[in-house]
């Protein structure tokens, strides 16, 4: 059983809908907010280990932080847990790279985030230069921790099957009654001006050290409705262009071989790397082409 379940992200590709569906059960537990990033803090990982410890409930301590996959502390902070002897499982989500372009772009814009304020093409660059690209993922495979790679579409799609081989991963039983619709959706911004009063407040309460009070906000479906509409239909969906898809393409292609060639395949979707495994392909990771915008 692990200590530490640690979701690596990135964001859009499903960290929501797992969040959902792993904080519904009883061998799990989760602190006030979905990002705690406790790999950036040993001493409140065993503060928040005891209190689980001392209570008797052997929960897993989970954390989904969504910009760990591009956090240079990620490497140092895991193995440093390791050192005191936590056992840690990684999970790292993939998405159609297109996909998730797509859906960060509508994502940005209903935040009405700067890049999405200075235009389209700002903001499809952002959006290209923020993928997922072979050397981050590759960095977390180097990380000496079981990694459990989970498609996005097995997430979704193979939700039951997905989260069976999860438990019985984590040694935890089976638990019927997690959330299986989707979460989380693209939406658009009711309001310009007010999706960005709503995201500086939103930047102030986290500064002030109200991440729990936030997490409640961003959690209230009235609040949500008051900021957002759903997309009436695709042709509100932003387009790529063809350089963009090329990047975005290559870094699908080199991600698919990482996780390939260091995991052992479950079943579609789904692949694990455990501690000893054969890892040359990691090694040779340096040596793969870098696409950039």
């Given at each position: ?27 799990f537990a989760f602190p006030e907010i979905k990002e705690r990033y406790y790999y950036r803090s040993p001493r409140a990982f ?54 998730r372009a797509i859906s960060m772009m509508q994502f940005r814009r209903s935040r009405a985030e700067p890049s999405a304020l ?41 939700t039951g099957a997905v989260m069976d081989f999860l438990f019985s991963l984590c040694g935890a039983p089976k638990f019927d ?117």
């Amino acid at each position: 059983m692990y200590d530490y379940l640690l979701v690596v992200g990135p964001g859009r590709s499903g960290s929501e809908f797992l969040y959902r569906l792993l904080r519904g059960h009883p061998s799990f537990a989760f602190p006030e907010i979905k990002e705690r990033y406790y790999y950036r803090s040993p001493r409140a990982f065993r503060r928040a280990r005891k209190r689980l410890d001392g209570q008797g409930r052997g929960q897993i301590l989970c954390d989904v932080a969504n910009l760990a996959y591009a956090d240079a502390r990620l490497p140092r902070g895991v193995e440093a847990l390791r050192k005191e002897g936590f056992r840690i499982l990684l999970v790292a989500l993939l998405r159609d790279h297109r996909a998730r372009a797509i859906s960060m772009m509508q994502f940005r814009r209903s935040r009405a985030e700067p890049s999405a304020l200075l235009g389209a093409r700002r903001l499809e660059t952002a959006v290209v230069r923020d993928r997922l690209t072979a050397e981050r993922l590759a960095d977390i495979f180097k990380i000496d921790a079981d990694v459990l790679t989970l498609s996005f579409s097995a997430l979704t799609e193979d939700t039951g099957a997905v989260m069976d081989f999860l438990f019985s991963l984590c040694g935890a039983p089976k638990f019927d009654r997690t959330p299986r619709q989707a979460v989380n959706r693209a939406v658009r911004a009711r309001s310009l001006w007010l999706s960005a009063f709503g995201r500086w407040c939103g930047v102030a309460l986290r500064r002030l050290g109200l991440r729990r009070l936030l997490q409640r906000i961003k959690e209230n479906k009235t609040v949500d409705r008051a900021f957002f509409v759903p997309l009436a239909d695709d042709a509100e969906k932003p387009r790529l262009s063809e350089e963009s898809l090329e990047i975005l393409d290559a870094s699908a292609v080199e991600c698919r071989r990482i996780v390939e060639n260091t995991s052992r395949r479950v079943s579609e979707g789904i692949y694990l790397r455990k501690i000893g495994q054969p890892d040359e392909a990691i090694s040779d990771c340096r040596a793969l082409p870098r696409a950039t915008p």
